[in-house]
Structures are given as structure tokens and as C-alpha cells.
């Protein structure tokens, strides 16, 4: 059984850091690509990182590039979201996902074949 499960999200004012966690089970994690999707209130579900099964290239969307920094380790099975100088409008739930298809572009949700549950950030001003 694949699970994929976030965790670290929580409550923070502007400017702080957040560390986001994902943790694979059931799968061979060092074939996967991984990525960071996020979904705010009322919005639609936008591609935040990727990152390649071994560790480059990373992907990030322009509204977060300089402040987070997407990572892996393949020995641990896990994938980590570094995000500095949050801004409100980071605030939405957080979802690694993962895929085993080299097709397809990182951005495209369509293209992962798993998902996380999801964890909160929010960021107050």
C-alpha cells in the first residue's frame, strides 16, 4: 500500500520559516519524481516544487523561487519543503505527491500517480 504523509505545517507570522516533511511508504522512492502542490481557500490546486528522482533538477514555481528550497533523501524515503520568508499569501494546504512516469512536465498535477493527505500552512500578516 503507497502512502505518502506530510507532515510540519502549522501557524506562522510573515517573514518566519516553515519546514515541510513527506515520508513514502510502499513504494520504490528513489524512481520517483516528487513534488509540492498547494491549494488555497477557494482556489485551484497550483505546482509549488519538483524535484527528480535523484536530486536534480529541481522545478519551482516563480511565486516561490529564492524562498523555498525542495530536497530529498533517498536513503530516509523522504522529501522536505524548506520555505522562508512566508508570505500570507503562501497560506493553503500543503500536498506532496509522486510520480513514476519520466513523461509530462514537473507543474502538471495530472502526471502523479499519488497523494499525500495534506498539511496546513498558514501565514498571517
Known amino acids: 500500500q503507497v502512502q505518502l504523509v506530510e507532515s510540519g505545517g502549522g501557524s506562522v507570522q510573515a517573514g518566519a520559516s516553515l519546514k515541510l516533511s513527506c515520508e513514502a511508504s510502499?513504494?520504490?522512492?528513489?524512481?520517483?519524481?516528487m513534488a509540492w502542490f498547494r491549494r488555497g481557500l477557494g482556489e485551484e490546486r497550483e505546482f509549488v516544487a519538483a524535484?527528480?528522482?535523484?536530486?536534480?533538477?529541481?522545478f519551482y514555481a516563480d511565486s516561490v523561487k529564492g524562498r523555498f528550497t525542495i530536497s530529498r533523501d533517498n536513503a530516509e524515503n523522504t522529501m522536505t519543503l524548506q520555505m522562508n520568508s512566508l508570505k500570507p499569501e503562501d497560506t493553503a494546504v500543503y500536498y506532496c505527491?509522486?510520480?513514476?512516469?519520466?513523461?509530462?512536465?514537473?507543474?502538471?498535477?495530472?502526471?502523479?500517480?499519488?497523494w499525500g493527505q495534506g498539511t496546513q500552512v498558514t501565514v498571517s500578516s
Open positions: 505527491a509522486a510520480r513514476t512516469s519520466k513523461v509530462g512536465f514537473y507543474y502538471d498535477s495530472g502526471t502523479y500517480n499519488y
Open positions: 510502499g513504494l520504490t522512492f528513489s524512481r520517483l519524481a
Open positions: 524535484i527528480a528522482w535523484s536530486g536534480d533538477p529541481t
